[in-house]
Every structure is written in structure tokens, then in C-alpha cells.
């Protein structure tokens, strides 16, 4: 079977009328040249050079495939050059799923400057939490997830962190230790408290740090939406931790030396397919941007 290098290099040594150029133009040996031309002409059947001393000539043959070659030479530079144009053009669909508190807080100013960015890309966003979005991705039904890191590294994810999210411990106004210029992580757990669901990556993080110190949290409710814990725990039905993003006026952090819970948020992607240009290009906006206060506070 004809190979694209061999014809290549026959057209190079036609050129120059000489292995030793040729080889030197290819920045290969001369053997190798060599190697080639005769693979060639083992495959075609006929001798394309006649070697007279130290001149080569090309055959009848020869000069017969010379065109023929230089056409198969252009029609592929032609493809490459069509190739790197498409490369530059970001088109079609991204389907990127998300959980709601990123999707909120994390991806509005890059979502808006992307759009602008490159108008002939169609964005599809799932909003739902990390752990569903994390499946998504892992089954193929979405091209690049957003969501709230599992800190494990996995064989068939590529994970990218984008932005730290530390965790605010935080309690009413009225609760007993908010007026605590500092609190014990064992005096903390002997009150009830309010988390995610325990199959979360944020339950999952924060139940390790909580073991560190030797204790177990007292979990009153648990509900993944982070905006209903901020409100649970303001009305007083226990401490919780949520990120600073939805801390309102109505909660008092506790100041907690040793609880150090920090949450990464970043990007996953299949290893085994292959990102497309829109994909790409969003992952590099996301990078770009990770240096910049979220959107809404």
C-alpha cells in the first residue's frame, strides 16, 4: 500500500536529483531516503530513478507520477490548511452541565463573554448538582461538567480546579455561640446542625475534616440546596456550612481555627473524548477568569 511519506520524499528527491539532498531537506538520513523510494517503487511495481554514478534521473515512470504526486502534495496541504482554519472556528454545540450554586454564582460572567465571544456556538446547560453532573460526564451524555471537585482522582475524568470555595461555618444571630469570640470543634458538634445529603462531595468533605477532630456532626435536616441551608440555619434550626457566596446578614460566621473546610470547583472532562473547539475554548475562559470575584456576592 502506497504511503504518503514515500510519495513525499520521491517528489523531494526528484527536485534536488539527489538522495543526500533529499535526506538533508527532510532531515533524515540518507538510508532512510533510500528505504522509502524503494518501498515505492516496490508498491507501484516500476523503477522511478535510474542512479548513473552519482546523478539520479527520473524513468519514464518517473516521470509519469511526478504530477500525479504533486497534486496528492497540494490536495494534502490543502486539507491541512482547511484543518487549522476549522481549528480557529468555534461552532456548534457545548452541552456542559452544572450544579445550580456554580451555574449562580460561578459561570454567569463567563457564560455572557463567551456568547459574544463566539456567537455561532450553541450552549446546552444542565442545571443540577455536582454528583448528577459528575455522572453526566462520566456517561457521556454531557461533554464538560462544572461542579464541585470529589478530591479523588478518577481513570476516566480529567479534573481541572478552577476556583478554591472555603466553607463559612455559620450560625443565627441568636443561636448560643454566635456571640463566641472563638468556638471548639467539639463544643460545635454537641449542637444539631443542617448539611448536605451525605452521597454529596460537600457532606463527603466536610464529615472529614469533622473526623480529624474526633467527632461526628449531629445532622437536624440535611438538603442539598445551599440557599436553604443559609435560611435554616438564620431561623436558628442549627449551625451549617456554606460557602461565603450565600451568607446573609441574618448569620454569624463562627470564627473556628481548626474547622478549615474548603471545597475545590473546576471543570471534569472524559479522558477518552475528544474536547471539541467550543469545549476547549470555554475551559480556557474559565481558567482565564479564575482569578475574579464571582458575579454575584
Not at 478554591?164 to 458538634?189: F, I, N
Not at 474547622?259 to 469545549?279: C, D, F, M, P, Y
Amino acid at each position: 500500500m502506497m504511503d504518503i511519506t514515500e510519495l513525499l520524499t520521491f517528489i523531494k528527491v526528484a527536485e534536488t536529483e539527489s538522495f543526500s539532498d533529499a535526506a538533508e531537506a527532510l532531515f533524515v538520513t540518507q538510508p532512510a531516503v533510500s528505504k522509502r523510494v524503494a518501498a515505492l517503487e516496490s508498491s507501484l511495481n516500476v523503477k522511478l530513478f535510474d542512479r548513473i554514478g552519482r546523478k539520479v534521473q527520473l524513468t519514464e515512470f518517473g516521470h509519469r507520477l511526478l504530477p500525479k504526486a504533486r497534486r496528492i502534495a497540494e490536495d494534502l496541504s490543502d486539507i491541512k490548511r482547511s484543518m487549522s482554519l476549522q481549528m480557529e472556528d468555534v461552532t456548534g454545540e457545548l452541552h456542559i452541565t452544572t450544579s445550580h450554586h456554580i451555574g449562580l454564582h460561578r459561570l454567569p460572567n463567563t457564560l455572557k463573554a463567551f456568547q459574544q465571544r463566539y456567537p455561532q456556538a450553541e450552549i446546552k446547560i444542565d442545571f443540577t448538582q455536582s454528583e448528577e453532573a459528575h455522572r453526566q460526564v462520566l456517561k457521556g451524555e454531557a461533554e464538560i461538567g462544572v461542579i464541585t471537585l470529589s478530591g479523588q482522582s478518577e481513570q476516566m475524568l480529567t479534573a481541572i480546579p478552577i476556583w478554591s470555595d472555603p466553607l463559612k461555618c455559620v450560625v443565627s444571630v441568636d443561636h448560643p455561640l454566635a456571640q463566641r469570640t472563638e468556638v471548639d470543634v467539639v463544643e460545635l458538634a454537641k449542637y444539631p446542625c443542617l448539611l448536605p445529603h451525605d452521597n454529596t462531595f460537600t457532606r463527603q468533605i466536610a464529615e472529614k475534616v469533622l473526623a480529624v477532630h474526633g467527632v461526628r456532626p449531629q445532622v437536624r435536616m440535611s438538603t442539598n440546596n445551599l440557599e436553604t441551608l443559609a435560611m435554616l440555619a438564620s431561623i436558628g434550626w442549627g449551625w451549617s456550612l456554606i460557602p461565603s457566596t450565600v451568607v446573609g446578614d441574618q448569620l454569624v460566621e463562627l470564627n473556628l481555627p481548626a474547622l478549615n473546610v474548603e471545597r475545590k470547583l473546576g471543570i471534569i472532562h472524559h479522558r477518552q473524548r475528544t474536547l471539541s473547539q467550543a469545549a476547549s475554548a470555554f475551559i480556557a475562559m474559565l481558567q482565564d477568569a479564575s482569578s475574579e470575584r464571582p458575579l454575584i456576592p
